[in-house]
């Protein structure tokens, strides 16, 4: 089946870095591709939407300023934490879908945490 | 508005009982539904699916029917392992735009030995 890769799976960074997530689509071309953070016991809450060559759509309450987004090719997306901060720490999940009707697939998750 | 209502965790079972999870499901338009399962530390899964009512979907021993008269999607598997410890979020489509998979908050079940 479809799989999506997303690097790294676990980083720890000092207060005020920015760290970058990968989220690549290795067997098929995603025109669409979502940003998730899941924290502890808790459901995935989506960040942002992004399709390959145009702006994020970001969520209501998401800081699009914190939150960087780039969809610059159909197989990549690039989800940066801009000035860490240990409220920042969190489980991040990239997914990806090929257009409008397909099925999303998932990464692995990314566990950030910010010390 | 579309909404999951998944029932709550933890729930702790011994090896080879029978699992249900409850899913129940709000939404304006004709969904599909799907059950995804999170293994520990890894992103999710899907698990089955069901595109119209009265669909059943399974894999893996899991199985699952659309039933639109209560709005249910409920998960069964008739003898849980202990690998089948996970996370398991009930979902809905609405549409074929812009983002509209919803999910429940996820049950954890711990299947012991």
């Known amino acids: 089946g479809a799989v999506v890769s997303q690097h790294p799976s676990r980083v720890i960074c000092k207060s005020g870095t920015s760290v970058k997530i990968e989220c690549r689509s290795l067997?098929?071309?995603?025109?669409?591709m979502f940003w998730y953070r899941q924290f502890p016991k808790q459901s995935l809450m989506l960040m942002a939407t992004?399709?390959?060559?145009?702006?994020?759509?970001?969520e209501q309450g998401v800081e699009k300023d914190k939150f960087l987004i780039n969809h610059a090719s159909l197989t990549l997306s690039t989800l940066t934490v801009t000035s860490a901060h240990p409220e920042d720490s969190s489980f991040y999940i990239c997914?990806?879908?090929?257009?409008?009707?397909?099925?999303?697939?998932f990464g692995d998750g990314t566990r950030l945490s910010i010390l | 508005g579309d909404s999951v209502t998944q029932m709550e965790g933890p729930v702790t079972l011994s090896e080879e009982a029978f699992l249900t999870i409850n899913c129940t499901y709000t939404?304006?338009?004709?969904?599909?539904l799907f059950w995804y399962v999170q293994y520990p530390g890894e992103g999710l899964q899907l698990l089955l699916k069901?595109?119209?009512?009265?669909d059943k979907g399974s894999n893996k021993g899991f199985e699952a029917t659309y039933r639109k008269e209560t709005t249910s999607f409920h998960l069964e598997k008739g003898s849980v392992q202990v690998s089948d410890s996970a996370v398991y979020f009930c979902?809905?489509?609405?549409?074929?735009?812009?983002?509209?998979?919803?999910f429940g908050t996820g049950t954890r079940l711990t299947v012991i030995p």
């Open positions: 997914s990806a879908r090929a257009g409008e009707g397909q099925p999303q697939h």
């Open positions: 069901a595109t119209k009512a009265d």
């Open positions: 939404a304006t338009g004709y969904p599909s």
């Open positions: 992004s399709n390959e060559g145009s702006k994020a759509t970001y």
């Open positions: 979902a809905l489509l609405i549409g074929t735009g812009a983002n509209n998979l919803f």
């Open positions: 067997d098929f071309q995603a025109r669409t």
